[in-house]
DNA sequence: CAAGTGATTAGC
DNA sequence: CTAATCACTTGC
């Protein structure tokens, strides 16, 4: 399967893309290059200067947000609450500083791969969450930067989801974002059991 | 429901 | 330098 080019990531709107990604493989070949993949089923979008809840707000620069400055087509890999790593897709262009966080996806080649790294006993928590898919797939900080069109890592196209099937709705854990907490800049695959969470 | 965990950040 | 803050997960 081909590589999505440097233009899916750069030629649309971030909103547009969180939505376009649904669907998508995300594809990192293991230490011997056996492909682990699974299906983008949930994305949030954050979009950099604007947005209260983005690193990036105001056009904050620092060494770790340097990344989203870069141009869109590069991974955007973060530590969060001591032991977990998150895998976002930095959009737009350079010094519009956006990403899509991948929250879930569903896990399709090399799943005993998987199963061995997270240790857990149903399929369902093996990747429903963005820092349980970083430990399926083997994502970590060497990670940080890397180019989504080389082979360390990439994003193929694989389903098409058309627009009835996708829900949105406010983003998760970031309530100290204000009015932009709750925005509807979530989306997700309708009736996915490895979507994280579910909306009452 | 709460604890755990350490990079990252701002503020001295 | 120090302390506060987290785009979360798991096991009580």
Redesign the pocket.
């Known amino acids: 399967m081909k590589k999505l080019p440097v233009s899916f990531y750069t030629c649309s709107e971030t909103l547009e893309i969180a939505r376009r990604l649904l669907g998508k493989l995300l594809v990192v070949p293991d230490d011997r290059g056996d492909r682990v993949s699974g299906m983008i089923v949930e994305t949030?979008a954050?979009l950099g200067e604007i947005?209260k809840?983005?690193?990036?707000y105001q056009n904050?620069r620092?060494?770790?947000?340097?990344t989203?400055f870069a141009g869109g087509g590069i991974a955007?890999v973060?530590?969060?609450?001591?032991?977990?790593f998150?895998f976002?897709v930095v959009t737009g262009a350079v010094n519009s500083p956006h990403?899509v966080?991948v929250?879930?996806v569903e896990p399709l080649e090399n799943i005993e791969k998987m199963r061995r790294r997270?240790?857990?006993k149903n399929d369902q928590?093996l990747t429903?969450?963005?820092?349980?898919?970083?430990?399926a797939l083997g994502i970590n900080?060497d990670f940080?930067n890397a180019d989504l069109t080389g082979d360390k890592i990439w994003l193929e196209e694989y389903r098409q989801i058309e627009n009835l099937q996708i829900a949105e709705g406010r983003?998760?854990?970031?309530d100290?974002?204000a009015e932009f907490a709750d925005k509807p800049w979530r989306f997700w695959i309708k009736n996915n059991q490895y979507v994280?969470r579910i909306p009452k």
Do not use: F, W
């Open positions: 949030e954050y947005d809840a983005c690193h990036s904050r620092t060494k770790r947000t340097e989203m955007y973060t530590l969060i609450y001591g032991m977990y998150q976002n990403a966080l929250r879930a997270r240790a857990v928590s429903s969450g963005p820092g349980k898919l970083c430990i900080a940080k983003r998760i854990g970031i100290y974002a994280s």
